[in-house]
Every structure is written in structure tokens, then in C-alpha cells.
């Protein structure tokens, strides 16, 4: 099952019965004309 939400490179397991976890994180410090960009393509601020 693919998720909307995916990353990449992507992760490929052969084991059903295997657990696979991810963790990532974005950084807070956005600005200029990144901020500008994303408010533009309607994100929220904040």
C-alpha cells in the first residue's frame, strides 16, 4: 500500500511479517522566499 505522504528513496521489504518504522523532520526555520512560496501555493503560516 503506497501512501500519499511518500518519501525517497523508498524502502522495499521482501518479509511480510516484518516491522518497517520511519521518522524524518522538518526544519522551522523557513523564510524569505521559501516562505514566500509556500504562501503562494495557499500553506498556512504558523
Known amino acids: 500500500?503506497?501512501?500519499p505522504s511518500d518519501?525517497?528513496?523508498t524502502?522495499?521489504?521482501g518479509n511480510a511479517?516484518?516491522?518497517l518504522e520511519h521518522?524524518?523532520?522538518v526544519s522551522q526555520n523557513c523564510g524569505?522566499?521559501?516562505l514566500?512560496?509556500?504562501r503562494a501555493r495557499g500553506h498556512p503560516r504558523g
Request: a negative charge; proline letters at 10%.
Open 32 to 34: 524569505g522566499p521559501t
Open 23 to 25: 521518522e524524518t523532520s
Open 36 to 38: 514566500l512560496l509556500m
Open 17 to 19: 511479517s516484518a516491522d
Open 1 to 3: 500500500m503506497r501512501n
Open 7 to 9: 518519501t525517497y528513496p
Open 11 to 13: 524502502m522495499e521489504v
